[in-house]
C-alpha cells in the first residue's frame, strides 16, 4: 500500500520528534552529567584513572544504544514497531530511575549505561521504521524534523541540567529526567501500524501469532548488496572520535578556560546548528536521485574531523564557539539522511534490518572513543592529542563512502544487463510458441465455429 504521506502519520512524526529528543538530548548531555559525576565519585581522591572510568558510563550507554539496534529489528519484526517502543521506554524509565539511587560510579555502568541504554534503543529504533509507513515522498523532510527533536532537547536540556544540579544534586536530577521517559513510553502508543494487504488483515482477525521462517528473523541477504555492505563498514569506521566531543568537551573547557567561560553554551551552539542542519539537508536529501545522498554524509564527515581537529587550536572561547556551531550543522546532515540512503540501498522491505545492522556496528567506534580520549588525557593532562586523532577518522571513513553511488549505479546496470540463463531462454522460448500457437489456432477455431 502507498504510505498516506500525513493524517495519522504526523501525529506519529511529532511522537517520533519526542523520541528522538528525549533520547539524544539525554545522550548528548552527558558532558554536563560528566562533570558532576568526577565531582561527585571523585571525593578529592587523586585518582589518575578517574576520567577514563567516568567515561565509560555515558559511553557505554550511548554505544549500548546502537550495539541493541540489530536486536531491535528483529523486534520490531517480529512485534510491531508499537509494542517495542512502548516497552523498551518502560525499560529505560526503570534505568535511570534506578540510576538515581547508587553511590558508586561501578553500578551505573549496569543501570545507566546498559539498562537505561537499552531501553532507549528499543525506543528509539521504531521510531524511524515507522516513518517509512506512513511517509514516502516527503520521508527526507519529516526524518529531517523528527532528527532535529534530540536538538532542541540537546540545546535546552544543558542549561536545565547545570540548574536542577546546582540546586537540587545529581540523584534528583536523574529522577526528573525520568518524566521525558515517561513521556515517551505515553507516545509509544500512537505508533498505529498500518495493514498493507489482506493477507495481514486476515491474520489479524484471527488474532494468531505465526514465528515467521529463520531467513525473515535474521535477514543477512541485505549484506548481499555491495554498496550497502560498504556504506556498514565506512560509516563505523568513521565514527571512532564522533563522540569523543559530546563527553569530553565540557571537561577540556574546564581544563583550558577554568569556571570564567558558560560551557554549556558550547553545546547550545551544537544542538541549534544540528538542528537547522536536519532541517535543510533533509529536505535537500528529497531531490537528489538516488545514492547520491551519500555524498552529503561524506561532506558532512570532512567538516566533523576537520572541526574536531581545530578544538585543540582555539585559545579563545569564541573560536570554540564557531567551531561548535560547524561540527552541529554538519553533525545533522550526517544523522537526517540516515534512513533515506537505507532506504535507497536495500529498499523499503529490508531497510528495519539494514539500519539495525549498521546502528550496531557504530556501537564499537562510539563505545570505545570517549574511554580512549579519557586514558590520553590522564597520561597527558590534556586533551590536545585526543581531538587531534578524533579528527582522523571522519576523514577516512567519508572518503570509503566516496565510492558507494559509483558502485551502487554499476550494480543496477549489471542487474539490468543479466545474461539470460539457458532455463530463462527456453521459458521464453515455450511463452513465444504458446503465443503463436494462440494467435494461429484462434482464427481457425472461429473459422470452424462460423461453418
Not at 95 to 114: A, D, W
Not at 226 to 251: K, T
Not at 254 to 259: E, L, Q, S, V, W
Not at 267 to 279: A, D, H, I, Q, Y
Amino acid at each position: 500500500a502507498e504510505p498516506p504521506e500525513g493524517g495519522w502519520g504526523w501525529v506519529v512524526m511529532l511522537a517520533a520528534m519526542w523520541c528522538n529528543g528525549a533520547v539524544f538530548g539525554i545522550q548528548n548531555s552527558c558532558g554536563v552529567l560528566f562533570v558532576s559525576m568526577l565531582q561527585l565519585f571523585g571525593g578529592g581522591e587523586d585518582d589518575k584513572q578517574l576520567t577514563f572510568k567516568t567515561a565509560w558510563v555515558g559511553s557505554l550507554s550511548m554505544g549500548m544504544v546502537f550495539f541493541c539496534s540489530p536486536i531491535v529489528s528483529i523486534f520490531t519484526d517480529l512485534f510491531g514497531c508499537r509494542k517495542v517502543a512502548v516497552i523498551g521506554a518502560a525499560v529505560g524509565f526503570a534505568g535511570l530511575l534506578s540510576s538515581s539511587f547508587v553511590s558508586t560510579i561501578e553500578p551505573l555502568y549496569f543501570t545507566y549505561g546498559i539498562l537505561f541504554a537499552c531501553g532507549c534503543s528499543f525506543a528509539y529504533q521504531p521510531s524511524l521504521v515507522i516513518l517509512g509507513q506512513y511517509f514516502k515522498q516527503r520521508l527526507g523532510l519529516v526524518n529531517g524534523i523528527v532528527t532535529a527533536g534530540s536538538s532542541l532537547f540537546t540545546v535546552s536540556l544543558p542549561f536545565l541540567l547545570r540548574v536542577l544540579i546546582d540546586s537540587v544534586g545529581l540523584y534528583n536530577t536523574l529522577r526528573v529526567l525520568c518524566i521525558l521517559m515517561f513521556i515517551l513510553f505515553l507516545a509509544g502508543f500512537t505508533y498505529k501500524p498500518l495493514v498493507s494487504n489482506a493477507k495481514d488483515k486476515e491474520g489479524g482477525k484471527k488474532g494468531k501469532f505465526r514465528f515467521p521462517p529463520e531467513k525473515k528473523i535474521c535477514n543477512f541477504s541485505v549484506f548481499k548488496v555491495l554498496s550497502y555492505r560498504i556504506w556498514a563498514f565506512g560509516i563505523p569506521a568513521a565514527l571512532f572520535g564522533y563522540f569523543v566531543p559530546y563527553v569530553h568537551l565540557m571537561n577540556h573547557v574546564k581544563d583550558r578556560f577554568g569556571d570564567s567561560v558558560p560551557e554549556e553554551v558550547l553545546l547550545l551552539c551544537l544542538g541549534v546548528t544540528s538542528g537547522v542542519g536536519r532541517l535543510i539537508f533533509g529536505r535537500v536529501a528529497d531531490y537528489i536521485p538516488g545514492a547520491k545522498k551519500v555524498y552529503l554524509q561524506v561532506a558532512s564527515f570532512f567538516f566533523i574531523g576537520l572541526m574536531s581537529m581545530m578544538i585543540p587550536l582555539c585559545h579563545v572561547f569564541g573560536g570554540l564557539i564557531a567551531v561548535c556551531l560547524f561540527m552541529g550543522l554538519f553533525d545533522g546532515c550526517f544523522i537526517c539522511i540516515m534512513a533515506p540512503i537505507a532506504f535507497e540501498l536495500v529498499g523499503a522491505q529490508d531497510v528495519s534490518q539494514a539500519i539495525g545492522f549498521l546502528l550496531g556496528f557504530m556501537s564499537i567506534p562510539m563505545t570505545v572513543g570517549p574511554p580512549i580520549a579519557g586514558l590520553l588525557r590522564d597520561h597527558l593532562g590534556t586533551y590536545d592529542v585526543a581531538f587531534y586523532l578524533a579528527g582522523v577518522p571522519p576523514l577516512i571513513g567519508g572518503a570509503i563512502l566516496c565510492i558507494i553511488p559509483w558502485v551502487h549505479e554499476r550494480q543496477k546496470l549489471k542487474e539490468r544487463a543479466k545474461p539470460v540463463d539457458g532455463e530463462t531462454t527456453e521459458k521464453m522460448l515455450e511463452n513465444e510458441n504458446t503465443l503463436v500457437l494462440d494467435t494461429t489456432e484462434k482464427p481457425v477455431k472461429e473459422m470452424e465455429s462460423g461453418v
